[in-house]
């Protein structure tokens, strides 16, 4: 076989042709399904390297790894408040009539398993999980079909002691991939602003949700169509007025001035800016009234982190969902948490230029001299694997040309020689490849 790993045709392991070559086999499509992607090994150490951060930094607050599966029950995710979560589910019907779906998000998957769980967890529940998400979009868009989310949950929590501690925990995580906060920010506000504003207006509770989805877009289409929505779900022309000016509020100290001070809205958001001058992450946190996100079951604090050159989609985003259990037939059970994407934080990285140089590395490279040593240089390979070395093994006999450009492709730190004379000698050659220092080892002090 020809000596070199060549990219194009002349692969070393070329095979003679199977049965299927020359048959009418249709080539099939190596590209994966629209909006998905593959990790081939340089794009899989990069979501290593950010999922281990991910779960590193779960593991400093105290969140235990939960999972649940992809494939959920569509009932899970059918909220009737207009959400394009719901708009763009990846659902079908299986072969046993079930209506089943795509996870889109995976906080309804938490209380699934949290309501199954019962009285049998201790509360606070302090879950964790990295997950894949779908969404049927018309890739008219061409926008991902799929992302993996981090998400962190506390369940059983009131105070805002637990929103604090989940802001605390993603600005661990920023931390630790080197942004600051003057790279990204959160934008913080509170859906009692609105809830307290449509109580004064008589507006019924069940279109809480609605309206905070309607909101949400506030930002992305025009505030006349915002009006339009608004009123469609019926809301008096003055409700939408008072709305959309409480929702242009500059500063805590204004909102207080519009709603006064008695308000729970004013003494959570007050209780969480304390906290976090306290705690020590203010300087990363801004209200911002206009912050409403866009899924229907949040009811207090709302949060999202956002790159201060404003040139990316929101980094991650959450709040405190308190009434999510009893849309499910359950008691209610006082609950926030956040998702974290996989797609923007890697953008925000290239942007700063803090993508991690990530490459394969081994220890060893061990290679046979002689076709007659090969068995020998596998059990060579093998003590260094057992003494928790990670080995190359050349598993061909090659030209030492090769081997030299195999090790440098893995960037092995040594390579080990298996030869017959030295084999005679009980011992095998060990070559530094970064000084070219060379020795002889007996096999027992192999280390
Ligand atoms: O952030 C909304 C979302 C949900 C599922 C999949 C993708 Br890509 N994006």
Same mark, same amino acid.
């Given at each position: 076989p020809a000596e070199t790993d060549s990219p194009t045709g002349g692969?070393?392991?070329?095979?003679?042709?199977?049965?299927?070559?020359?048959?009418?086999?249709?080539?099939?499509?190596?590209?994966?399904?629209?909006?998905?992607?593959?990790?081939?090994?340089?794009?899989?150490?990069?979501?290593?390297?950010?999922?281990?951060?991910?779960?590193?930094?779960?593991?400093?607050y105290g969140f235990e790894e939960v999972d649940y599966p992809v494939l959920e029950s569509e009932a899970l995710f059918t909220r009737k408040a207009?959400?394009?979560?719901?708009?763009?589910?990846?659902?079908?019907?299986?072969?046993?009539?079930?209506?089943?779906?795509?996870?889109?998000?995976?906080?309804?998957?938490?209380?699934?398993?949290?309501?199954?769980?019962?009285?049998?967890?201790?509360?606070?529940?302090? $879950?964790?999980?990295?997950?894949?998400? $779908?969404?049927?979009?018309?890739?008219?868009?061409?926008?991902?079909?799929?992302?993996?989310? $981090?998400?962190?949950?506390?369940?059983?929590?009131?105070?805002?002691?637990?929103e604090a501690e989940l802001l605390s925990s993603i600005v661990t995580l920023f931390k630790r991939i080197g942004i600051t906060e003057s790279d990204v920010g959160f934008k913080v506000s509170s859906r009692k602003v609105l809830q307290e504003v449509l109580n004064c207006y008589s507006v019924p509770e069940h279109l809480f949700g609605k309206v905070c989805v309607i909101i949400d877009k506030i930002e992305k289409i025009p505030v006349d169509e915002i009006k339009k929505e608004l009123k469609a779900v019926g809301l008096s022309q003055e409700a939408v007025q008072k709305l959309l000016q409480v929702l242009s509020v500059k500063s805590l100290e204004e909102l207080e001035e519009r709603l006064g001070s008695s308000g729970e809205a004013i003494a959570d958001l007050k209780q969480l800016f304390s906290l976090a001058e306290k705690i020590g992450f203010s300087k990363w946190l801004q209200f911002d009234a206009s912050v409403v996100r866009g899924l229907a079951y949040y009811t207090g604090i709302v949060f999202e982190g956002f790159d201060r050159e404003g040139k990316l989609r929101a980094i991650c985003g959450g709040g405190r969902y308190d009434h999510l259990f009893s849309t499910f037939g359950a008691d209610d059970i006082a609950a926030c948490g956040f998702?974290?994407?996989?797609?923007v934080i890697v953008e925000l990285l290239k942007e700063k230029g803090l993508l991690p140089e990530?490459?394969?590395?081994?220890?060893?490279?061990?290679?046979?001299?002689?076709?007659?040593?090969?068995?020998?240089?596998?059990?060579?390979?093998?003590?260094?694997?057992?003494?928790?070395?990670?080995?190359?093994?050349?598993?061909?006999?090659?030209?030492?040309? $090769?081997?030299?450009?195999?090790?440098?492709?893995?960037?092995?730190?040594?390579?080990?020689?298996?030869?017959?004379?030295?084999?005679?000698?009980?011992?095998?050659?060990?070559?530094?490849?970064?000084?070219?220092?060379?020795?002889?080892?007996?096999l027992d002090d192999l280390k």
């Open positions: 692969r070393s392991g070329a095979l003679t042709p199977g049965p299927s070559v020359g048959a009418d086999v249709q080539k099939i499509d190596v590209n994966p399904p629209k909006g998905t992607r593959d990790f081939p090994p340089e794009d899989m150490r990069l979501r290593n390297w950010l999922f281990n951060h991910f779960k590193e930094v779960s593991r400093l207009g959400e394009e979560i719901k708009d763009q589910l990846y659902c079908f019907e299986d072969r046993g009539n079930r209506r089943v779906a795509l996870r889109p998000e995976l906080t309804p998957s938490l209380a699934r398993l949290v309501i199954q769980k019962g009285k049998s967890v201790p509360l606070p529940i302090k $879950w964790f999980t990295v997950g894949q998400c $779908w969404r049927y979009e018309r890739m008219t868009r061409g926008r991902r079909r799929e992302h993996y989310q $981090w998400n962190m949950d506390i369940i059983g929590v009131p105070g805002v002691m637990a998702g974290f994407g996989d797609a990530l490459n394969l590395n081994v220890d060893d490279i061990v290679c046979a001299l002689d076709e007659d040593l090969q068995g020998r240089a596998a059990m060579v390979a093998n003590i260094l694997r057992e003494k928790g070395h990670s080995v190359e093994l050349v598993l061909e006999s090659k030209q030492l040309k $090769w081997v030299f450009k195999r090790a440098a492709r893995v960037n092995a730190e040594r390579l080990v020689l298996v030869g017959n004379s030295e084999w005679q000698r009980g011992v095998v050659g060990v070559k530094i490849l970064s000084t070219a220092e060379q020795y002889e080892v007996k």
